[in-house]
């Protein structure tokens, strides 16, 4: 925009004819590559418009709906959302939604973090980092509820689990809380999300200079030094790109936590998901929308320490 | 209605179904009568759409209706909280609804349906009395909840409000009706099990389940809670703040006690958990014993003292029909009560509305193992082939009078409705 300025001074002086005209057909040029650009994104505009900020602002405004048992009518009041704060099991869910985000963050970060480290910086050969990286994604060619409802028979009270360890004689009464349990929603979320952990932090391991790891070790440092040093320091990008995927994932779910508490569990999702069952869309929205704002502000906060943009 | 433009000019038939439909429109609209009186002779064009839960949205129905009268019935299966929503908010969208008695109750005040003239059911004397007086035999007492008796008549043929006695005008023909108890497996307890108090035994302890829909799940905690006379209830089907706040309570306790080891939804989940022995006492429905006993273990519907939480449905009509389709729809009910139906659903485990009829299309054998709770004297197979029973098996709970004599609750929708349900969950996230 601020190239229009110049070109109105530019009118103003017609005593500089060559100066003028030269400066008008760079103006012309910068304007031409400001449409061009403009054009250029429209269409990724247009698709997150419609497809993106369009059913959010929908969901805002669905939000201060009111509703009966049967159906939803337009309205601006406050119910739904003096409900939700209004109520503890609300903190309660919440609470718990947070608590599987960081349980699971910590574990995937640290197998994410551990097998990123091993493909980039053990595996020497190229094709063998490839072949490695590429048996990583191979579960993820089946259904994310497939992979989820696999572990029911393995650890089950008659399961695979269970009848091992009491052969081998470590139990002699077989663990209930290994399914339908709070372990059980941790250990299917660490499996189905751990790649999206271990893909962006790959990625920037990949990018790390190896002559400043050697640099490193030459002016003495130690496997650990180098480690918090020089590794843990640049594939930050990465790490928290997979931090925001996994907390995002988590966030939302409610899949998961139903089939492997055994419905016993509540997160977030599954609030949203009864209401949505019992038709009641406009408590739904608030939820959602607080969610939402929840999942935005935790996203700013580990933005804070990490400048993507800079250092990709 | 809807007219699709689109049909036009595609193909003769697309064209006639397209009039069809605007036959039926106008005449629905009541705005043009007797307008397009060639096809209006012909009951053959005629469409009705039916919807209602998977239950008894069968598909052989819709063929044998076909068959037998010569118009299309095209069924949709929704669950039960989009068929409310679709009965009370869409009345245009149907011609039959296919819903609960409960939610009948809630759906009626709409004015969405339209009351029938018994005087144009034929087998309307011989409908169970359940569905008529409320009452099985003439000492019986109405059960609670919303029994279909209740909800099943209106006071004219615009009436709004439930008459308390048999009127001409009925709101729903019974189609489909249960009785419903716990289900057990005998082998991994062992010893005779007697009442709905059993679920919360700490014997159980991580080996109960309940099932988390909650209009019929707090059914069922109040069928424990009272037989285990905690709490006395003036109408399980129609709680008080306090009773909710009540059985909530105890069912919190019990499940941070670890009492129960899942809750199930889905009727697949149900029988998940009974089969893999994960749970061996638990809300069920029949459907998923016979699921159970499929795959070779052992699993009872135990009759329980206290006796049986009971559901039923049945057929109501759409307000918007008239003419030509009303006088279809009246006469797919008198089908539908004639008996192939019901022996098809009775052989399914379910019962009809007018048992005498179905006899026919049934075996001696056959009712004599669903109906009046006989040994079966050969095989017993369901109309889709399935074994469900040898030769010497009695059915769980024995005859009809037995089963349908015991009901001490029908599934209902209670006026703390919203209440209840945040009440509920609190209890799925405590």
């Known amino acids: 925009m601020s190239v229009i300025p110049t070109s109105a001074s530019g009118a103003k002086a017609p005593d500089l004819p060559l100066a003028a005209s030269a400066r008008y057909r760079l103006v012309r040029k910068a304007r031409d590559g400001e449409r061009a650009s403009w054009l250029l994104s429209s269409p990724l505009v247009l698709v997150l418009g419609i497809f993106l900020v369009l059913p959010i602002l929908m969901i805002v405004v669905v939000s201060f709906w009111g509703a009966t048992e049967f159906s939803i009518y337009p309205a601006f009041e406050f119910d739904n959302y003096q409900f939700l704060f209004g109520s503890a099991v609300t903190y309660q869910v919440f609470f718990k939604t947070f608590v599987f985000a960081a349980i699971t963050w910590v574990f995937t970060l640290a197998i994410g973090f551990t097998v990123a480290y091993f493909l980039a910086f053990h595996v020497r050969s190229l094709t063998w980092q490839i072949a490695l990286f590429l048996l990583c994604t191979i579960p993820f060619w089946t259904s994310n509820i497939i992979r989820m409802i696999s572990w029911v028979p393995f650890l089950g009270r008659n399961g695979i689990a269970n009848s091992a360890l009491l052969q081998m004689g470590l139990i002699d009464q077989p663990l209930e809380w290994l399914l339908f349990s709070d372990f059980a929603v941790v250990l299917a979320f660490v499996h189905l999300y751990t790649l999206f952990m271990v893909v962006p932090i790959f990625n920037t391991m990949m990018r790390i200079d190896k002559s400043l790891v050697e640099a490193a070790r030459d002016a003495g440092a130690s496997g650990l030094q180098i480690l918090t040093n020089v590794i843990i320091p640049l594939a930050k990008p990465g790490i928290m790109i997979g931090s925001i995927f996994v907390v995002t994932l988590v966030m939302g779910d409610f899949i998961t936590v139903r089939f492997m508490s055994g419905s016993q569990s509540a997160n977030v999702g599954r609030l949203i998901s009864n209401d949505i069952a019992l038709l009641q869309y406009p408590s739904a929205a608030a939820t959602a929308v607080v969610l939402l704002a929840m999942v935005l502000i935790m996203i700013a906060i580990m933005l804070r320490f990490v400048d993507i943009r800079k250092e990709l | 209605m809807t007219i699709s433009k689109e049909n036009k000019g595609l ?420």
């Open chain 2, 11 to 430: 193909s003769r038939r697309s064209v006639l179904r397209g009039a069809a439909a605007a036959v039926g429109a106008a005449a629905g609209s009541g705005v043009i009568t007797g307008f397009p009186t060639i096809w209006a002779q012909n009951i053959k064009n005629v469409t009705l759409r039916q919807f209602g839960t998977g239950v008894s949205n069968l598909n052989d129905v819709a063929t044998k209706v076909k068959e037998d009268l010569g118009f299309t019935l095209e069924m949709t299966a929704l669950d039960s909280d989009s068929v409310t929503q679709r009965a009370a908010t869409q009345p245009k969208s149907f011609d039959i609804a296919d819903i609960e008695y409960w939610i009948c109750k809630k759906v009626w005040p709409t004015g969405n349906l339209q009351a029938m003239d018994t005087s144009k059911i034929k087998y309307f004397d011989q409908i169970s009395p359940i569905f008529t007086t409320g009452k099985l035999t003439p000492e019986s007492v109405v059960a609670q909840g919303t029994a279909p008796s209740t909800v099943g008549f209106v006071d004219g043929a615009d009436g709004t409000k439930f008459a308390d006695e048999v009127t001409r005008w009925m709101t729903l023909i019974p189609t489909i009706y249960n009785a419903d108890t716990l289900g057990i497996r005998p082998d991994l307890i062992g010893r005779p099990i007697e009442s709905w108090a059993e679920l919360l035994n700490p014997e159980f302890k991580g080996k109960a389940s309940i099932l988390d829909i909650s209009s019929i799940g707090i059914m069922d905690m109040a069928m424990v809670c009272e037989a285990m006379g905690a709490i006395q209830y003036g109408d399980k089907g129609n709680m008080t703040r306090e009773e909710i706040d009540k059985t909530i309570g105890i069912f919190t306790e019990a499940k941070k006690a670890g009492q129960f080891r899942a809750f199930w939804k889905s009727f697949d989940e149900s029988v998940n958990l009974m089969a893999s022995g994960e749970v061996v006492i638990q809300s069920m429905w029949s459907p998923a014993i016979t699921a159970v006993k499929s795959k070779g273990i052992p699993c009872v519907y135990q009759p329980l003292k206290e006796g049986y939480r009971s559901w039923g449905g049945g057929l109501g009509l759409s307000k918007n029909l008239s003419g030509i389709e009303l006088d279809a729809a009246y006469e797919y009910i008198n089908w539908y009560l004639s008996g192939w139906v019901g022996g098809y659903l009775m052989r399914q485990g379910y019962y009809s509305a007018v048992p005498e009829t179905s006899k026919e299309f049934m075996s001696e054998n056959e009712w004599g193992y669903w109906y009046e709770g006989k040994p079966a004297t050969a095989e017993i197979v369901s109309p889709t082939g399935d074994v469900l029973g040898k030769a010497g098996d009695v059915r769980d709970g024995g005859s009809y009078d037995e089963r349908m004599g015991k009901v001490a609750c029908w599934n209902a929708v209670m006026d703390e409705n919203q209440y209840m349900v945040r009440k509920w969950n609190e209890f799925i996230a405590a």
